[in-house]
Structures are given as structure tokens and as C-alpha cells.
């Protein structure tokens, strides 16, 4: 996938929407003096999640229901000669069967055929009853003999083999030629499986014509869409709903085949029909990131300067495209030759999925490597050649100039937290105690996360005094309640805990997906603009009974008063009451000269490791994170934020490989223990840094989005300070011990 | 804290394995309905072959009694026939902590402990480590630290975070990490969580 559609598919876009909503500039806002926006504010829904009171959809238990459960093909490639659901529907407590394959099977775990049963149990004894007759087909898994041109055809009549993106500025030759350093190396990113703790799952039941699904999603509006495209239904008709969601990481975007089928076995039987993934289906039929193998040609002058930086890609995700993996390299550094080619390879296994920050976090770790071997070719400090190499507006197709960009200050505010003046001053040169070396390492980021315009919310004020905030946006553990709750409070001079705050649910308000970092910036903006219309319909109130002009009226504290006479003053509550109903105020996210300017944020990342030369294990010691995405509403959940995209890019540095039975094309480690995923153990201290950059031309708050910006440049960090800590350059991820005891024997060999 | 229910070993079927599969596997289907309703002799000496049986539990300080089959786990139990949903089924197989619950005080992995072996004895769940409304000091300083983000482990990291600092009233930030390395957080919030779980340390002291 590449990154425009990723966030096209995050947004929900539909065509025309919101490119006229983008057109719409926003006013221009000084930065103003909050009383909670960017202070912490602890989760408003916390209660509800440490006493186990929050329902997610693996909790969510209807009257009646039927338990779902899904057939998958055990063959990599197989004609599917026939499917008998017979034997299966004759067993006692079978409700329902369907069957979701015909034709051929093109990778082990695809869906054959699903049953409904009274209980878990009876649905998978009845799922060994079904009948499938196989006609096995030659396959191929591994994408490296997938390349050969004997390798069997994964796609009918197509090579396995496709180009996905090339782009080219200015003559990379005669810029490699005018380079007095020219570095060529390649770096490789494997199979990163989501594995979220809540398996992807859905309970559908019907309700006449109307059908309502509790869905594991990060989008209830397309899930919706995408339901009622594939059962014909009118999207009027379906109601998705995503109370609390235990992780998804790009994996939960759109409508997925299990929730198609789980209401199609809900209209079959008129029962309520739930179907949960297995964790082994995370391995097999609910994407990845995709693999990688970048290889960077890059030509710098001896001050630094970059004259060249072309990018050769091979990725590969299964039966579907791999990532592009460009953006990095296009666009982070000022570079004025630049070619990129990439290719995809199709291999008999699952498709890939969006992974937090897709392409981008492959494309980091292969250009920030080669941004350290460059320094390292030059003598150079590696943050010194990324500043030299500094830029102020877009690299890539647009050229315009960043709205605002505060990357300047995380690498000087990160270095100085890390102690950057530590680090080797040439890679592997710190000798050590016994057999451990240490090193420091940085890398940079570039993300989206400017939020979408048109995104909707309401603020609801009743009679009664209390407050409801209304979006049809998730909360996938960043916060989001308590972020709707913090603007509309700091907007209307009350507490968090006075806002009802409702989310999760396909019939409110529309907001986009939550992916692409673009949740807080689409729906915070949102808020504020409903909350500010709620404002303005109270200081009208006030101003009627003051008997003033409304624009004479200020609201301090829980008071209304005349600017033209202070003694004119009304509470709060008696001009609320003068409201007399319940009253809705609609507010939405406004647009942002995108014909202007370009819209990114920004990070850079510093890690501190030791390495044990002799067993080749990596502890890292010490991490700094320094971001730039604009005004933070809730330092508190921001700061998790960060950690988690540190801690899931060091889990990926380090540890985490899906790896495939070639022979069968079914995974080797699909469970989270032969997967191996970080704990506490595996984690130090971890030091977030915001950097007080305010864009107002982003939205009327000035935020922007942080989940994948904080992912971005985590595993480029560690594998760096791995490089400076023993002097080469392990240039794959996860570094395993045998990876790294590898690279050292590379560098005795002096290849 | 107290030793965690053994481990697969790698490439091999674990007794869990063999026990949950024997409803359905060819091996379970073989071997043991003859002996259902029978008892057999193990190095423990003769143990009856239960196909279902009768068990009465305290759970969060109520007595239940239910038929369970001699296969199902605790964790099933608790969910699906007690409606208590806060402990979870991540990884259904002993690896991530998520169905982390109190066993006579002692945090076990409800996926990996069959509902008979809870016969007689009391399980403490999420949903009874509040009094009333005063939550928990580790529940409270999961809120104030921020120490989940999705929420889906967070059952599981405070139930045993709140029997590991029973047992060790003081501990260092090592033996926390350690005490909590059973728990798996997909959202990487780990340093928010030991966080938390020093402050509820610190709480409890001073309580």
C-alpha cells in the first residue's frame, strides 16, 4: 500500500468531500494561554477500565446469541473443487453455514467456509464436519524465490514481480559524480505482525431490516459503508459500534470478511452472531507490515553536503502489494538529485495491512542507517550531517514550504537530554567493560498527521446544566474521550469530569478512521468549534440579560460580565438555565491551505544501548524522544503515546519476526511467546520532549497528530546506537543476537 | 510473586493442550470416554476421571456453585457462564498475562487453570478488587500514571501488580519489571505501568 492511500483509507475519503472542505482556509489564532489544553488530565474513562467495567467487543454477550466460527484453507494454493456444509448443518446445536470461498485458495488461513453454533465448542467440532475437496496448486512463500521467473504464478496471468512507485528530481549520476563520499549499502526490514491484545472480531444481530454490529475497528463509518456495499443493504440500515477496542495498530481500518460473515450467519439464522479471530489468525489473515530491502545510494561533499540519494526497493506483502517505502528518503533531507524504484514481490501468503506508520518506519530505518555509514564514511557527526542537510519546505512533488517545523529544536533538545556529547566519536571506537560496548545513536522523522477537514462533533447543553459531547470518532487507547472532554471543558470554563463524553458509533457525527495519526487533529478542531458556537449562543443570553451588546460580553470563570462595565455581571449557571432546552450546536473541522503550504510533523529519537560483543545482545539503556506535533491537548496520555511508539519500535529492533514454513506457507510462530514481543524487562527510561511549535494555519488549536510519529524513527534510534556502540552496522531488523555476532564477523573480515 | 503455570515446551503438546483438546481431538476421543466416571491411578495416587462436576467457588466474596466440564478453564467459567468479562483472552494459551486473576491470593493465568481446580477456593477477579467505590490504591495509581492505553491488559498487569505488592510491600523498580514480565502490553506502555505500579507501592505504605 502506499502512504496516500493508506491515508485516504484512514480518512474515509470520498471524492470531492474533502478536497472542498480543504479549500475553506482557517482564520488565523494567536497561540492562547490554556487552563487544561496541553496540561495532564487524567482519563475521564479510567475508572471504567481498572475496575474491568469497559465492554469491548470480545465482552459484548446478546440475548440468544450464536457462536461464529471460520474454516480456513490448510493449503497454500488449491482449487477449491467442492464445499459440502451438510454434515456440519445435521449436527446438534449447528444454527447456520455458509460458504465465503469459490475458485482457488491463494494462501494457507484464507476463508473457506464459516458455521454457527450454540456454543464455541459445538461450531468448532461442527467446522471439522464441513467438507472440502482440494486441488492443491503450486505455491511459492518466500519472497526471494518468488523473484525467479520459474517461481509459480501467485496471480493469474501476472508476474510476481510489480512496480509500485518511481519518482525522480533533478540527475542522481551527475550528483554521485560530483560527491566526494559515495555510500551503498542495504538495509532490510522483515514481517512485523500487529497482534493486538483483542483479537479482530464482531458480533452482528439483526433487527428487521436493520443491523447492528459491535466491531474490533478503528473505523466504524467505513466498516459500516463497506457492510452495507457488500450486503446490499442501504448504509442507513447499519449501525457499527466501537465502545473500547483492545489495540489494532493499522490492522482494524476497513470492513473485514469475518464481520461480512458474521452478519451474514446473523441474517441467516435471525440470531445474533459473534465471530472471534484466534490469535494464530493474527499470523495468517489479518495483515502485517510488509518486508523490505532497501538498498540507498547516496553521495555526499566533503562539508556534508548531499548530492545524490536514490532508493532501490524490493518489498513484499503476500497476495497483496507491499509499502512503499520512498517518503523518508524524498523528503526528509534537503538533496537536490534523487531516484526512486521500487517493486513489490507477490508470494502465497496473507496480504499485508497498514502498520502503524506504513512505509514510513521501513523507509527510516534503510535512510537513517545510511545517513550514520555516511557521517561515518565523512568523519562526521551524524547529527551535524543531518543538519547540514536541513530543509524548510517540501523535498518531494510539491515544494511548498512546512506550515511550521520544530525539528530544529527536537535535535537540540533531544541531544542535550540524552548527553549526545557521550557517544563515540567514531562508531565501535568506545572500547567498554568486559564484553559490552556502548553507543548512542538518533534518528529523524517525518509524518502526516495534519487531521482531516469536515470531520463533525456536536456539544449538547441541557436544561439540567450537564454537557455532552457527541463524534462519531474511536478511542483507540490515545485518549480520545478525554480529549473531547479536555477541549469542550477548557472551551466552555468547566472540568473534564462535567462532559458527558459519547464516541464509537457509526449513527453519530461523522470523523475519519483512526489511523494516520489524524484522530486528535481532526476531532479536537471539531470540538472546539462546536464549543465555541455553544459559547457564543451563551454570551448572547448573557448579553440579553445584561442588557449589553454581546460583543461587550467576556466569560471568566464560571461568570458572564460586560466588558464596559464589570459590575454587569451574570452567573454561569442562570444564563445556561435561560437556555430552557436542550440545545445542540454543531461544530466541524475546518480547512488548511493545502495549496500552500505543506502540513508533516516531525520527531527525532536518541537511544543509548550496550552490546555484548561476545553473545550479541542488545539492552537499551536510555531513550529520548522529541516530537513536533504542534499544540498537545493532554501531556498525560501524549507522553503514553510516545512511549508506546518507542517501545513497540524498540520490540520491532530487537525481537519481532513472523516467520514462515516455506515447505507449507503456514507461520512458525503464530502465539505471542515464539513471537517475541518487549516486556517490562526490555524497557528503560524513556524521556518524552515536546517541542512548543504552534501551527494555527493546521486548525484552530494548532494540533496535530502523534501515534506514528513516534514510531517512525524507534528502530532506526537503537540500530544506530547499536552501530556506534560496536562500529558496524547490523542493517537488519530485528537484530538478533545472531544478526549482530554476523555484522561483527563482517567487520573482522573487513567486508 | 508466585510461580506462573509451566510452559509449553517448544514443538511439543502441552498438558493444557492435551486436556482442552481431549472434547474433540482423536487422541482424547480414543483414549478417555471409557474412562469418564472412573478413577485412575497417578504418582499422586487414585484421582477420579471427571467428564463434568459440581464445583463451588468464592468469587469476589459471593459462593457459586456450577457444573463445569473437566475440561473447561477458569477463564472460560469467569466470562462466559459468571458474565465477569474483565479478565481477558488474549493469547488463550499462558503467554501474555491477560486472564490474569487471583487464586486464593495467588495471581494465576485463568487460561491456563482449570475451573475444577478452583473447587473450594477463592478467586478474586478486577471486578472485586474495589471496595464498593474506593477503588484499589493500584487502581487509582493506574489512572494517575496513565499506566494502560487501550485498556485490553490492564485487568490483567493490576491484578497481578495488587498480589505481587502484598508480597513485597517495597520493592525496587527491577523487581517490578520483573514481577510484571509475565504481562504482555501491545500498546508498549510498560514505563507508565511500573510507574504506576511504584506509586501504588508508595500508597499502600502510606495507607
Known amino acids: ?751 | 510473586m508466585e510461580k506462573k503455570p509451566d510452559r509449553k515446551t517448544p514443538g511439543g503438546v502441552s498438558r493444557r493442550d492435551f486436556i482442552k483438546g481431549m472434547g474433540t481431538g482423536a487422541l482424547g476421543t480414543a483414549v478417555l470416554p471409557p474412562l469418564l466416571g472412573q478413577t485412575i491411578v497417578t504418582k499422586k495416587g487414585r484421582v477420579p476421571v471427571y467428564e463434568k462436576k459440581t464445583i463451588a467457588l468464592t468469587v469476589n466474596g459471593q459462593k457459586v456453585s456450577l457444573e463445569v466440564a473437566a475440561n473447561e478453564t477458569l477463564l472460560d467459567v469467569l466470562r462466559d457462564r459468571l458474565d465477569l468479562t474483565g479478565a481477558k483472552k488474549v493469547c488463550d494459551r499462558g503467554e501474555c498475562g491477560g486472564c490474569t486473576v487471583q487464586l486464593d491470593g495467588v495471581p494465576v493465568y485463568a487460561c491456563m487453570t482449570l475451573a475444577i481446580r478452583a473447587d473450594g477456593r477463592t478467586v478474586r477477579t478486577i471486578e472485586g478488587l474495589a471496595e464498593g467505590d474506593k477503588l484499589h490504591p493500584v487502581q487509582e495509581a493506574f489512572i494517575e500514571k496513565d499506566g494502560y492505553q487501550c485498556g485490553y491488559c490492564t485487568p490483567g498487569f493490576i491484578m497481578a501488580s495488587a498480589a505481587f505488592l502484598e508480597k513485597t510491600p517495597a520493592p525496587s523498580l527491577d523487581e517490578i519489571k520483573q514481577a510484571l514480565s509475565g504481562n504482555l502490553c501491545r500498546c508498549g506502555n510498560y514505563a507508565k505501568i511500573y510507574g504506576a505500579v511504584d506509586a501504588a507501592a508508595k500508597k499502600l505504605k502510606g495507607a
Open chain 1, 1 to 751: 500500500m502506499n502512504t496516500k492511500e493508506y491515508m485516504a483509507e484512514a480518512r474515509g475519503d470520498t471524492p470531492g468531500q474533502a478536497a472542498a472542505a480543504a479549500s475553506k482556509p482557517a482564520p488565523e489564532i494567536k497561540a492562547p494561554e490554556y487552563r487544561l489544553i496541553g496540561k495532564s488530565t487524567s482519563r475521564i474513562d479510567g475508572r471504567e477500565v481498572v475496575t474491568g467495567a469497559a465492554k469491548y467487543t470480545h465482552d459484548v454477550k446478546l440475548r440468544g446469541m450464536l457462536i461464529g466460527k471460520i474454516l480456513r484453507s490448510p493449503r497454500a494454493a488449491a482449487e477449491i473443487v467442492s464445499i459440502d456444509l451438510a454434515p456440519a448443518l445435521a449436527m446438534p446445536g449447528v444454527a447456520g453455514a455458509i460458504k465465503l470461498a469459490e475458485g482457488k485458495v491463494r494462501y494457507a488461513g484464507q476463508q473457506v467456509a464459516a458455521v454457527a453454533a450454540v456454543d464455541e465448542r459445538t461450531a468448532e467440532k461442527a467446522l471439522a464436519l464441513v467438507k472440502v475437496e482440494y486441488k492443491s496448486l503450486p505455491y511459492v512463500v518466500d519472497w526471494e524465490k518468488a523473484r525467479d521467473a520459474s517461481a509459480p504464478q501467485v496471480r493469474d496471468g501476472k508476474p510476481n514481480v510489480e512496480k509500485i512507485n518511481e519518482y525522480g528530481r533533478g540527475d542522481v549520476e551527475k550528483g554521485l559524480a560530483e560527491a566526494d563520499v559515495v555510500v551503498e549499502k542495504t538495509y532490510r526490514t522483515g514481517f512485523e505482525v500487529h497482534n493486538p491484545t483483542e483479537t479482530h472480531g464482531s458480533v452482528a444481530a439483526w433487527d428487521g431490516d436493520h443491523l447492528t454490529v459491535y466491531d474490533s475497528t478503528q473505523n466504524v463509518h467505513s466498516v459500516r459503508d463497506g457492510l452495507a456495499r457488500a450486503l446490499k443493504v442501504p448504509a442507513a440500515n447499519v449501525t457499527v459500534i466501537k465502545n473500547y477496542m483492545g489495540g489494532g495498530f493499522g490492522s482494524k481500518l476497513g470492513v473485514n470478511d469475518y464481520t461480512i460473515a458474521s452478519a451474514t450467519l446473523a441474517r441467516q439464522t435471525e440470531r445474533p452472531v459473534k465471530v472471534l479471530l484466534s490469535r494464530r489468525d493474527n499470523a495468517v489473515c489479518v495483515g502485517y507490515r510488509p518486508s523490505s530491502s532497501q538498498t540507498y545510494k547516496i553521495g555526499a561533499k566533503k562539508d556534508g553536503t548531499l548530492t545524490a540519494l536514490q532508493l532501490t526497493n524490493m518489498a513484499s506483502g503476500g497476495i497483496g502489494a507491499g509499502d512503499d517505502v520512498s517518503e523518508p528518503a524524498v523528503d526528509i533531507y534537503k538533496c537536490p538529485n534523487c531516484k526512486v524504484f521500487e517493486e513489490t514481490v507477490y508470494t502465497n501468503t496473507g496480504a499485508s495491512r497498514a502498520m502503524r506508520a506504513p512505509g514510513h518506519t521501513q523507509g527510516a530505518f534503510g535512510l537513517e542507517g545510511a545517513m550514520d555509514e555516511v557521517a561515518a564514511a565523512l568523519d562526521m557527526d551524524p547529527l551535524e550531517l543531518r543538519k547540514k542537510n536541513y530543509s524548510t519546505r517540501n523535498q518531494g512533488d510539491t515544494g511548498l514550504p512546512y506550515s511550521s517545523k520544530g525539528l530544529d529544536k527536537c535535535y537540540d533538545l533531544g541531544a542535550r537530554a540524552i548527553g549526545w556529547e557521550r557517544r563515540n566519536r567514531r562508531p565501535g571506537a568506545g572500547g567498554g567493560t568486559g564484553p559490552w560496548r556502548r553507543g548512542i545513536g538518533v534518528a529523524t522523522s517525518i509524518w502526516f498527521g495534519a487531521g482531516v477537514p469536515g470531520t463533525l462533533a456536536d456539544v449538547v447543553l441541557y436544561p439540567d446544566m450537564s454537557v455532552e459531547v457527541i463524534c462519531g470518532t474511536q478511542d483507540i487507547g490515545c485518549g480520545t474521550r478525554t480529549h473531547m472532554a479536555v477541549v469542550a471543558a477548557e472551551t466552555l470554563g468547566l472540568d473534564p469530569k462535567d462532559i458527558t463524553v459519547k464516541l464509537g458509533n457509526s449513527d453519530y457525527p461523522w470523523a475519519p478512521g483512526s489511523g494516520g495519526s489524524q484522530t486528535t487533529p481532526s476531532v479536537a478542531p471539531a470540538v472546539r468549534d462546536a464549543a465555541l458556537k455553544a459559547v457564543g449562543r451563551l454570551m448572547a443570553v448573557a448579553a440579553a440579560q445584561l442588557k449589553v451588546e454581546a460583543a461587550d460580553i467576556v466569560m471568566t470563570g464560571r461568570k458572564f460580565s460586560a466588558k464596559s462595565d464589570p459590575a454587569k455581571a451574570a452567573a454561569f449557571a442562570d444564563v445556561y438555565r435561560a437556555l430552557r432546552r436542550e440545545t445542540v450546536f454543531h461544530g466541524e473541522r475546518g480547512g488548511m491551505p493545502m495549496d500552500q503550504f505543506a502540513f508533516n510533523t516531525f520527531g527525532a529519537h536518541f537511544a543509548e544501548v550496550e552490546v555484548n560483543i561476545e553473545t550479541g545482545q542488545v539492552h537499551v539503556l536510555k531513550y529520548v524522544a522529541a516530537q513536533d506535533s504542534g499544540q498537545v491537548v493532554n501531556k498525560l496520555t501524549a507522553d503514553s503515546q510516545v512511549i508506546g511508539g518507542v517501545t513497540q519500535g524498540l520490540s520491532a529492533a530487537l525481537f519481532e519476526e513472523r516467520v514462515m514454513d516455506d515447505a507449507t506457507g503456514n507461520p512458525v510462530n503464530p502465539n505471542m511467546r515464539d513471537y517475541k514481543i518487549a516486556t517490562a524487562l526490555d524497557i528503560p527510561e524513556i524521556i518524552s520532549i515536546f517541542v512548543d511549535v504552534f501551527d494555527p494555519r493546521c486548525n484552530n488549536l494548532g494540533v496535530k497528530g502523534l501515534g506514528e510519529p513516534a514510531r517512525v524513527p524507534s528502530s532506526p534510534a537503537v540500530a544506530n546506537a547499536v552501530y556506534n556502540a560496536i562500529g558496524v552496522h547490523v542493517r537488519e531488523i530485528p537484530m538478533t543476537p545472531k544478526r549482530v555476532l554476523e555484522a561483527l564477523k563482517r567487520k573482522e573480515s573487513g567486508s
